[in-house]
């Protein structure tokens, strides 16, 4: 019953968060009043966790709580769950779009949500920076300077951007190295 349970569950937050990964959050946020399955304290830890790995963070969450609530069978069951809705949608549209796509109207319509898809990539790009590198609410609490920057946060980057920029060693590496060596470096200075 727990697994029906997963699968409608994330059925419903895939069905419903139009705009990717982090569309579903606010789903997530009801799953775990509603169900208890995990606190709103451990969701921000998922958050940081599927942020910082490879794959979209929906899935990655999705995976997360399937595995905690119901093991393995939990973690695949939620997981498809949360991406069912999403291949129906995707199989319906090309199966559609099969049909118009040498239509002038339709090529224009595509080429004109490019500015749209890049302005939705700058946006998450922005938050993530604002919430990784600045306090801003403690600053907002405290209204002192030094509380809007989180030093330990900034100085990793700085190291990073340094890295991959400017040592030539380093440059042509995996960005999972840094992904990795991030982690490792947060875990020690307990960021």
Same mark, same amino acid.
Not at 32 to 37: A, I, K, L, V
């Given at each position: 019953?727990?697994? $029906?349970? $997963?699968?409608?569950? %994330?059925?419903?937050? +895939?069905? %419903?968060?139009? +705009? =990717? ?36 963070? =929906? ?26 809705? *999403? ?21 224009? +319509?595509?080429? =004109?949500?490019?500015? !749209? *898809?890049? +302005? ?12 990784? $590198?600045?306090?801003?609410? $403690? ?23 340094? !890295? ?28």
């Amino acid at each position: 019953m727990i697994l $029906l349970r $997963l699968f409608f569950e %994330f059925f419903k937050a +895939g069905l %419903f968060a139009v +705009g =990717g990964g982090m569309a579903t959050l606010p789903f997530m946020y009801d799953i775990s009043t509603r169900t208890g399955w995990f606190t709103h304290e451990m969701l921000a830890d998922m958050i940081a966790v599927s942020e910082s790995t490879p794959g979209p963070i =929906g899935v990655n969450m999705a995976t997360y709580v399937g595995f905690e609530t119901a093991g393995i069978p939990g973690a695949v069951t939620a997981t498809i769950g949360l991406v069912t809705p *999403s291949v129906i949608v995707i199989l319906l549209i090309a199966r559609a779009l099969k049909a118009f796509r040498e239509n002038k109207t339709v090529e224009a +319509g595509f080429y =004109g949500l490019r500015p !749209c *898809s890049v +302005g939705l990539i700058a946006a998450a790009g922005f938050l993530v920076v604002k919430l990784a $590198l600045f306090n801003t609410d $403690l600053y907002g609490q405290s209204g002192q300077l030094d509380d809007l920057f989180n030093v330990k946060a900034l100085a990793l980057a700085a190291v990073l951007l340094v !890295c991959t920029r400017y040592v030539k060693k380093l440059k042509g590496l995996h960005p999972i190295f840094f992904i990795l060596a991030s982690a490792v470096i947060g875990i020690v200075f307990s960021f």
